[in-house]
Protein backbone atom coordinates (compact mmCIF):
# COMPACT_ATOMS: atom_id res chain seq x y z
CA UNK A 1 0.00 0.00 0.00
CA UNK A 2 2.97 2.34 0.30
CA UNK A 3 3.89 1.29 -3.01
CA UNK A 4 3.15 5.43 -5.08
CA UNK A 5 1.58 3.85 -7.91
CA UNK A 6 -0.61 0.69 -5.58
CA UNK A 7 -1.66 3.29 -2.56
CA UNK A 8 -2.94 5.78 -5.13
CA UNK A 9 -5.15 3.82 -7.25
CA UNK A 10 -8.69 5.40 -6.58
CA UNK A 11 -12.03 4.15 -5.14
CA UNK A 12 -15.47 5.41 -4.84
CA UNK A 13 -16.12 7.40 -1.64
CA UNK A 14 -18.89 9.42 -0.29
CA UNK A 15 -17.66 12.87 -1.47
CA UNK A 16 -15.67 11.55 -4.53
CA UNK A 17 -12.79 9.50 -5.27
CA UNK A 18 -10.22 8.65 -2.50
CA UNK A 19 -6.87 7.16 -2.81
CA UNK A 20 -7.40 3.26 -1.77
CA UNK A 21 -4.65 3.71 0.90
CA UNK A 22 -6.59 6.06 3.10
CA UNK A 23 -10.23 3.70 2.33
CA UNK A 24 -8.15 0.88 3.74
CA UNK A 25 -6.47 2.87 6.62
CA UNK A 26 -10.30 4.48 7.34
CA UNK A 27 -11.67 0.97 7.31
CA UNK A 28 -9.20 -0.49 9.52
CA UNK A 29 -9.23 2.42 12.46
CA UNK A 30 -13.24 2.17 12.02
CA UNK A 31 -14.50 1.34 15.95
CA UNK A 32 -17.74 0.56 14.87
CA UNK A 33 -19.47 -0.72 12.15
CA UNK A 34 -23.25 -2.65 11.96
CA UNK A 35 -21.90 -5.40 9.98
CA UNK A 36 -19.05 -8.23 10.97
CA UNK A 37 -15.35 -6.91 9.69
CA UNK A 38 -14.45 -9.39 7.04
CA UNK A 39 -17.79 -8.73 5.31
CA UNK A 40 -17.15 -5.14 5.47
CA UNK A 41 -13.88 -5.54 3.99
CA UNK A 42 -15.17 -7.94 1.21
CA UNK A 43 -18.01 -5.03 0.43
CA UNK A 44 -15.66 -1.92 0.44
CA UNK A 45 -12.76 -3.44 -1.61
CA UNK A 46 -13.53 -6.91 -3.30
CA UNK A 47 -14.62 -4.74 -6.59
CA UNK A 48 -11.30 -2.96 -6.39
CA UNK A 49 -8.73 -5.37 -6.05
CA UNK A 50 -8.71 -6.87 -9.46
CA UNK A 51 -6.88 -3.38 -10.28
CA UNK A 52 -3.63 -4.25 -8.45
CA UNK A 53 -3.28 -7.45 -9.99
CA UNK A 54 -1.03 -6.07 -12.94
CA UNK A 55 1.30 -3.63 -10.55
CA UNK A 56 1.75 -6.42 -8.20
CA UNK A 57 2.96 -8.74 -10.73
CA UNK A 58 5.21 -5.87 -12.43
CA UNK A 59 6.82 -5.40 -9.17
CA UNK A 60 7.66 -8.45 -8.42
CA UNK A 61 9.22 -9.25 -11.61
CA UNK A 62 10.88 -5.22 -11.27
CA UNK A 63 12.11 -7.19 -7.64
CA UNK A 64 13.84 -9.82 -9.63
CA UNK A 65 11.87 -12.56 -7.87
CA UNK A 66 12.31 -16.24 -8.66
CA UNK A 67 8.59 -16.77 -7.83
CA UNK A 68 5.46 -14.02 -8.62
CA UNK A 69 3.13 -14.57 -6.29
CA UNK A 70 -0.37 -14.20 -7.93
CA UNK A 71 -3.56 -11.98 -6.44
CA UNK A 72 -5.51 -13.32 -3.59
CA UNK A 73 -8.23 -12.64 -0.20
CA UNK A 74 -7.65 -14.47 2.67
CA UNK A 75 -10.16 -16.91 4.31
CA UNK A 76 -11.11 -16.05 6.96
CA UNK A 77 -14.87 -17.15 8.06
CA UNK A 78 -17.53 -19.53 6.88
CA UNK A 79 -20.02 -16.63 6.96
CA UNK A 80 -18.50 -14.96 3.73
CA UNK A 81 -16.41 -18.10 3.02
CA UNK A 82 -18.08 -18.61 -0.22
CA UNK A 83 -17.42 -15.25 -1.42
CA UNK A 84 -13.61 -15.59 -0.07
CA UNK A 85 -13.33 -18.68 -2.10
CA UNK A 86 -15.11 -17.20 -5.27
CA UNK A 87 -12.98 -13.89 -5.22
CA UNK A 88 -9.62 -16.14 -4.62
CA UNK A 89 -10.29 -18.15 -7.41
CA UNK A 90 -10.55 -15.23 -9.71
CA UNK A 91 -7.86 -13.52 -8.64
CA UNK A 92 -5.25 -16.73 -9.50
CA UNK A 93 -6.75 -17.26 -12.39
CA UNK A 94 -6.38 -14.12 -13.40
CA UNK A 95 -2.87 -13.99 -11.83
CA UNK A 96 -1.84 -16.19 -13.97
CA UNK A 97 -3.30 -15.80 -17.57
CA UNK A 98 -1.93 -12.39 -16.93
CA UNK A 99 1.96 -13.62 -16.97
CA UNK A 100 1.29 -15.89 -19.37
CA UNK A 101 0.10 -13.59 -21.67
CA UNK A 102 1.17 -10.03 -20.51
CA UNK A 103 5.00 -10.89 -18.98
CA UNK A 104 5.55 -13.79 -21.36
CA UNK A 105 9.50 -12.97 -21.45
CA UNK A 106 9.47 -12.98 -17.34
CA UNK A 107 7.54 -16.26 -17.52
CA UNK A 108 10.17 -18.20 -19.42
CA UNK A 109 12.33 -17.67 -16.13
CA UNK A 110 9.78 -17.39 -13.41
CA UNK A 111 7.36 -19.55 -11.86
CA UNK A 112 4.22 -18.79 -10.20
CA UNK A 113 2.77 -19.57 -6.90
CA UNK A 114 -0.81 -19.80 -6.47
CA UNK A 115 -1.46 -18.66 -2.83
CA UNK A 116 -3.92 -19.65 -0.53
CA UNK A 117 -4.37 -17.76 3.09
CA UNK A 118 -7.12 -19.49 5.36
CA UNK A 119 -7.43 -19.19 8.93
CA UNK A 120 -6.77 -22.29 10.55
CA UNK A 121 -10.39 -23.00 11.91
CA UNK A 122 -11.70 -23.44 8.51
CA UNK A 123 -9.99 -26.82 7.62
CA UNK A 124 -12.52 -28.44 10.21
CA UNK A 125 -15.16 -26.79 7.97
CA UNK A 126 -17.07 -28.12 5.24
CA UNK A 127 -15.35 -26.26 3.09
CA UNK A 128 -12.29 -28.41 3.22
CA UNK A 129 -13.04 -29.39 -0.34
CA UNK A 130 -13.56 -26.40 -1.98
CA UNK A 131 -9.77 -24.92 -0.70
CA UNK A 132 -8.26 -28.24 -1.81
CA UNK A 133 -10.22 -27.99 -5.46
CA UNK A 134 -9.34 -24.35 -4.98
CA UNK A 135 -5.36 -25.55 -4.92
CA UNK A 136 -5.47 -28.20 -7.32
CA UNK A 137 -7.12 -26.90 -10.48
CA UNK A 138 -5.07 -24.47 -11.67
CA UNK A 139 -1.51 -24.23 -13.69
CA UNK A 140 0.69 -22.64 -10.79
CA UNK A 141 4.60 -24.22 -10.41
CA UNK A 142 3.86 -24.24 -6.61
CA UNK A 143 1.24 -23.84 -4.10
CA UNK A 144 1.49 -21.45 -0.78
CA UNK A 145 -0.50 -22.18 2.72
CA UNK A 146 -0.74 -18.92 4.08
CA UNK A 147 -1.43 -20.27 7.91
CA UNK A 148 -3.73 -17.55 9.79
CA UNK A 149 -4.90 -17.52 13.45
CA UNK A 150 -2.61 -20.86 13.93
CA UNK A 151 -1.00 -22.21 16.98
CA UNK A 152 0.71 -25.27 16.50
CA UNK A 153 0.03 -26.08 20.69
CA UNK A 154 -3.70 -26.94 19.53
CA UNK A 155 -3.73 -30.19 19.00
CA UNK A 156 -6.97 -30.67 17.10
CA UNK A 157 -6.18 -27.93 15.34
CA UNK A 158 -2.76 -29.16 14.07
CA UNK A 159 -4.04 -32.28 13.46
CA UNK A 160 -6.81 -31.24 10.93
CA UNK A 161 -4.15 -28.60 9.19
CA UNK A 162 -1.59 -31.57 8.46
CA UNK A 163 -4.59 -34.08 7.35
CA UNK A 164 -5.23 -31.04 4.81
CA UNK A 165 -1.73 -31.06 3.57
CA UNK A 166 -1.55 -35.24 2.96
CA UNK A 167 -4.62 -34.62 1.22
CA UNK A 168 -3.75 -32.23 -0.82
CA UNK A 169 -0.47 -34.03 -1.81
CA UNK A 170 -2.25 -36.74 -2.09
CA UNK A 171 -4.54 -35.59 -4.85
CA UNK A 172 -2.41 -33.49 -6.32
CA UNK A 173 -0.25 -37.58 -6.96
CA UNK A 174 -2.93 -39.03 -8.02
CA UNK A 175 -3.50 -36.47 -10.75
CA UNK A 176 0.69 -36.75 -11.21
CA UNK A 177 1.26 -33.30 -10.47
CA UNK A 178 4.50 -32.56 -8.53
CA UNK A 179 3.67 -29.40 -7.51
CA UNK A 180 5.77 -28.39 -4.20
CA UNK A 181 3.51 -27.00 -1.41
CA UNK A 182 5.00 -24.26 0.62
CA UNK A 183 4.23 -23.17 3.97
CA UNK A 184 4.32 -19.66 5.28
CA UNK A 185 3.54 -18.09 8.96
CA UNK A 186 4.28 -21.06 10.49
CA UNK A 187 6.58 -22.14 13.26
CA UNK A 188 9.84 -24.24 12.25
CA UNK A 189 9.30 -26.97 14.42
CA UNK A 190 5.69 -27.17 12.99
CA UNK A 191 7.01 -27.08 9.44
CA UNK A 192 9.56 -30.12 10.06
CA UNK A 193 6.77 -32.50 11.21
CA UNK A 194 4.58 -31.00 8.38
CA UNK A 195 6.93 -31.83 5.68
CA UNK A 196 6.79 -35.69 6.83
CA UNK A 197 2.70 -35.15 5.79
CA UNK A 198 3.86 -33.86 2.00
CA UNK A 199 4.76 -30.28 2.55
CA UNK A 200 8.18 -29.11 0.61
CA UNK A 201 8.97 -26.35 2.83
CA UNK A 202 7.86 -23.45 5.54
CA UNK A 203 8.33 -19.70 5.92
CA UNK A 204 9.10 -18.49 9.40
CA UNK A 205 7.78 -15.11 10.03
CA UNK A 206 10.47 -12.39 11.37
CA UNK A 207 8.19 -9.77 12.63
CA UNK A 208 10.72 -6.35 13.57
CA UNK A 209 14.17 -5.76 11.96
CA UNK A 210 17.12 -7.72 13.79
CA UNK A 211 18.50 -5.09 16.23
CA UNK A 212 14.41 -4.57 17.76
CA UNK A 213 12.41 -6.75 20.27
CA UNK A 214 8.75 -6.98 20.23
CA UNK A 215 6.59 -8.80 22.87
CA UNK A 216 3.39 -8.46 21.58
CA UNK A 217 1.91 -9.79 24.88
CA UNK A 218 3.35 -6.89 26.95
CA UNK A 219 3.76 -3.93 24.16
CA UNK A 220 5.21 -1.17 26.96
CA UNK A 221 7.59 -3.87 27.93
CA UNK A 222 11.32 -2.65 27.82
CA UNK A 223 12.36 -5.80 27.77
CA UNK A 224 14.68 -5.99 24.65
CA UNK A 225 16.46 -9.28 24.71
CA UNK A 226 13.96 -11.81 23.56
CA UNK A 227 14.12 -15.65 23.29
CA UNK A 228 17.18 -17.65 22.20
CA UNK A 229 16.90 -20.89 20.13
CA UNK A 230 18.35 -23.89 21.95
CA UNK A 231 19.35 -26.52 19.21
CA UNK A 232 19.20 -29.26 21.69
CA UNK A 233 15.94 -28.61 23.87
CA UNK A 234 14.47 -27.05 20.68
CA UNK A 235 13.57 -24.39 23.02
CA UNK A 236 13.11 -21.13 23.16
CA UNK A 237 14.81 -19.66 26.11
CA UNK A 238 14.72 -16.03 27.78
CA UNK A 239 18.28 -14.33 28.48
CA UNK A 240 17.39 -15.43 32.30
CA UNK A 241 16.58 -18.91 31.61
CA UNK A 242 19.56 -19.62 28.79
CA UNK A 243 21.77 -18.02 32.16
CA UNK A 244 20.79 -20.85 34.11
CA UNK A 245 20.95 -23.30 31.11
CA UNK A 246 24.66 -22.67 30.40
CA UNK A 247 25.99 -21.92 34.29
CA UNK A 248 27.82 -25.65 34.26
CA UNK A 249 29.56 -24.52 30.86
CA UNK A 250 30.81 -21.05 32.33
CA UNK A 251 28.02 -19.56 29.66
CA UNK A 252 29.13 -20.79 26.74
CA UNK A 253 26.59 -20.57 24.32
CA UNK A 254 24.67 -24.03 23.21
CA UNK A 255 25.89 -24.03 19.28
CA UNK A 256 28.65 -23.47 17.26
CA UNK A 257 26.87 -21.46 14.94
CA UNK A 258 28.67 -18.39 13.51
CA UNK A 259 26.96 -15.86 15.48
CA UNK A 260 27.51 -18.13 19.04
CA UNK A 261 31.23 -18.38 18.19
CA UNK A 262 32.04 -14.76 17.99
CA UNK A 263 31.50 -14.65 21.60
CA UNK A 264 32.75 -16.96 24.57
CA UNK A 265 29.76 -16.38 26.85
CA UNK A 266 26.50 -15.18 26.56
CA UNK A 267 27.35 -12.41 28.49
CA UNK A 268 29.62 -10.94 25.70
CA UNK A 269 26.45 -11.12 23.46
CA UNK A 270 24.02 -9.35 25.30
CA UNK A 271 24.89 -5.45 24.35
CA UNK A 272 23.39 -6.60 20.93
CA UNK A 273 21.22 -9.69 21.90
CA UNK A 274 18.48 -9.40 19.56
CA UNK A 275 20.56 -9.30 16.45
CA UNK A 276 22.81 -12.09 18.15
CA UNK A 277 19.66 -14.16 18.93
CA UNK A 278 18.10 -13.59 15.39
CA UNK A 279 21.16 -14.20 13.79
CA UNK A 280 22.01 -17.63 15.52
CA UNK A 281 18.33 -18.82 15.12
CA UNK A 282 19.00 -18.16 11.26
CA UNK A 283 22.09 -19.83 10.84
CA UNK A 284 21.03 -22.69 12.99
CA UNK A 285 17.62 -23.12 11.16
CA UNK A 286 19.77 -23.47 7.90
CA UNK A 287 21.57 -25.96 9.71
CA UNK A 288 19.17 -28.25 10.43
CA UNK A 289 17.23 -27.49 7.23
CA UNK A 290 20.31 -28.81 5.42
CA UNK A 291 20.42 -31.92 7.31
CA UNK A 292 16.65 -32.31 6.60
CA UNK A 293 17.37 -32.38 2.94
CA UNK A 294 19.73 -35.04 3.21
CA UNK A 295 17.82 -37.23 5.40
CA UNK A 296 15.88 -39.91 2.60
CA UNK A 297 12.17 -39.15 2.66
CA UNK A 298 11.84 -42.67 3.78
CA UNK A 299 12.62 -42.62 7.02
CA UNK A 300 12.52 -38.55 7.80
CA UNK A 301 9.93 -39.29 10.56
CA UNK A 302 12.12 -41.43 11.81
CA UNK A 303 15.49 -39.25 12.44
CA UNK A 304 13.10 -36.74 13.37
CA UNK A 305 11.48 -38.53 15.88
CA UNK A 306 15.14 -38.81 17.52
CA UNK A 307 15.82 -35.22 17.21
CA UNK A 308 12.52 -34.18 18.77
CA UNK A 309 12.58 -37.32 21.16
CA UNK A 310 15.61 -35.76 22.95
CA UNK A 311 14.34 -32.31 23.35
CA UNK A 312 12.19 -30.43 25.24
CA UNK A 313 9.52 -30.57 22.12
CA UNK A 314 7.83 -33.96 22.50
CA UNK A 315 4.29 -32.58 22.18
CA UNK A 316 5.30 -32.65 18.14
CA UNK A 317 6.11 -36.65 18.56
CA UNK A 318 2.47 -38.03 17.31
CA UNK A 319 2.58 -36.01 14.11
CA UNK A 320 6.07 -37.75 13.38
CA UNK A 321 4.40 -41.12 13.34
CA UNK A 322 3.21 -40.55 9.92
CA UNK A 323 5.37 -40.07 6.58
CA UNK A 324 3.99 -39.72 3.47
CA UNK A 325 5.71 -41.86 0.75
CA UNK A 326 6.80 -39.35 -2.25
CA UNK A 327 7.94 -36.64 -0.08
CA UNK A 328 10.73 -34.51 -0.64
CA UNK A 329 11.48 -37.02 -3.27
Avoid at 13 to 27: D, S, Y
Wanted: proline residues 6%; charged residues 25%.
Amino acid sequence: MNNETLGDITVPGVMGPVPLRRAVEAAIGEIESPIPKAQNYANRFYAHIDRFTYGIEKFQIDSDADIIVGSYVPITTTSIADRQIDKTRKLLRDSSLMLDRIFTGARKTKDFMAMIAANARIFDTEYTEDILDLAIRNSADHIGIKLLNFNDKDTARTASVLRFITTLRKRLDELRKPTPIHLFNVMSEFAYAAFCHGAYSGAVPIATLPDLHFDPNNQPSPEIKGRYYHPIDMSYDTYEELSVKTNAQDFAPPCDCPSCASCQTIMQALPRWAAFRKEHFLFRKSEEMIEIRKTSARNLNVKLQDKFARSQATSYLPYLEYMYPYVLE
